[in-house]
């Protein structure tokens, strides 16, 4: 039996107010952003009050104690996902991550270049941040981007992998978990077809890292872009995971101070990784607020987070299941499935029923969940998405389902 972690919930501030018509809050919209502990909130003021100063830059006690606390920052969240600390760059989000990726392939300069006739592989499935950079990217080098489909069912459709990722494909990038439909995409599968024809593997893990364990090593992939928000950290933090062989390769995508080693009137040249692609004064203060927030999981542990995730998505399934106006947009059963559950209500626009959920004190996120081809090959508008972290609970679920019943009554809709 999962162990009940939801008695953590004392460790965030946020739940001590209430919302709307001064209901208790039940946040089921961590898919977007977690809430914070109060050991990140501390972390990131303790910076501000006792340490900070411009990393890497001054020769003063501060400088020397806020490099310090940025670097172990650095280590330990690269321990977090089994990678080397000099393989870690911090960014400020993962959409950045990915940009930063595909401007860095774009540059003819780079070591490992995108060229005409290349193949970018995606699937249908990905939030925008890890489409449009890779649009973008085609459009600037004159290489085609192609995708993988998805199954009726919400998986991702392997049926013709073999063609997809073929010996023109330079890139796959790919979702760990969907946003939308909560799928685990089988990585080792995609790793397996991307070597056979000696393409790298992109991975947007902002779905995966915050929920269940995740190891570099083990998946095999490239390169893997994370967001600090979403793991209970603060926002404005973000990482790009890569091989060091390859990041060498890598030219930087934004240039300025503290990225370089030299510079003259003409020219200049990198700093070494991760050095090199941070340029400016970066996002201290958030990187020691992440490195709490993994502390913190740790603690935890992640096998139990994930247990706890799934005790309470297989919850809510078996509530949807018995309610005939609602549909699960996703998979229906337990297998490689996280807890991102998204829904429709017949005849009830999901603006609506998000409404209608929050005057009950219940956040849910609605719309196209930044998955726009995805709705469209759904023939949807949008959905209603409820997604879990560790402070959610059974009690949370059955509030969910009873508020859903409200909306099914209060729009009088029947199958
Ligand atoms: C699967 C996925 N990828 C990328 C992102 C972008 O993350 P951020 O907005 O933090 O950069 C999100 C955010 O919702 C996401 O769910």
């Known amino acids: 039996m999962s162990a009940d972690l939801s008695v953590y919930k004392k460790d965030f501030p946020i739940f001590s107010r209430s919302v709307r018509g001064g209901n208790p809050l039940i946040y089921l919209d961590s898919g977007a952003t977690s809430q914070k502990p109060e050991v990140v909130i501390q972390a990131e003021a303790d910076f501000y009050r006792t340490k900070n100063a411009a990393v890497h830059r001054g020769a003063h006690l501060l400088a020397e104690e806020a490099s310090d606390a940025y670097e172990s920052a650095r280590e330990n969240v690269a321990r977090f996902i089994g990678a080397a600390s000099s393989e870690v760059i911090f960014t400020k989000s993962a959409t950045e991550s990915l940009n930063f990726l595909a401007t860095s392939f774009g540059n003819p300069d780079s070591g490992i270049a995108v060229k005409p006739g290349d193949e970018i592989v995606v699937t249908e499935m990905e939030h925008h941040a890890n489409l449009s950079p890779w649009q973008q990217l085609a459009k600037r080098t004159g290489a085609k981007l192609t995708w993988l ?74 390169f893997l872009a994370f967001s600090g928000h979403k793991v209970l950290g603060p926002t404005g933090i973000g990482v ?31 700093a ?59 998979p229906l059963d337990m297998k490689d499935r996280g807890g991102v559950v998204s829904f429709t209500v017949d005849g009830v626009h999901p603006h609506d029923v998000g409404q209608v959920l929050d005057q009950y004190g219940i956040a849910v996120r609605t719309g ?48």
């Open 368 to 415: 196209h969940h930044c998955a726009w081809p995805l709705m469209k090959k759904l023939n949807l508008v949008g959905t209603t998405r409820a997604s879990f972290h560790l402070y959610n609970s059974s009690e949370d679920v059955s509030s969910l389902l009873k508020a859903v019943e409200k909306v099914t009554q209060y729009f009088k809709v029947s199958k």
């Open 240 to 270: 790009l995971w890569g091989k060091s062989e390859l990041l060498e390769k890598l030219e930087p995508a934004i240039f300025g101070g503290s990225m370089v080693d030299s510079v003259t009137m003409d020219g200049a040249t990198w």
């Open 149 to 222: 489909s998805i199954t009726a069912g919400g998986r991702l459709d392997l049926s013709n992998i073999d063609q997809v990722i073929n010996s023109k494909t330079k890139i796959v990038a790919i979702t760990h978990q969907s946003n939308v439909f909560g799928t685990v995409v089988p990585i080792d599968l995609i790793v397996k077809a991307a070597r056979n024809v000696g393409a790298l593997v992109v991975l947007d893990a902002c779905q995966s890292v915050p929920h269940f364990a995740v190891n570099v090593k083990q998946l095999g992939v490239d």
């Open 272 to 330: 070494q990784t991760p050095r090199k692609f941070e340029a400016g004064v970066p996002n201290m203060a958030q990187a020691v607020g992440l490195s709490a927030a993994v502390d913190y999981l740790t603690k935890i542990g992640m096998p139990n987070l994930a247990q706890h995730e799934h005790k309470l998505t297989e919850e809510l399934l078996a509530g949807f299941k018995e309610m005939k106006e609602v549909t699960v947009v996703g």
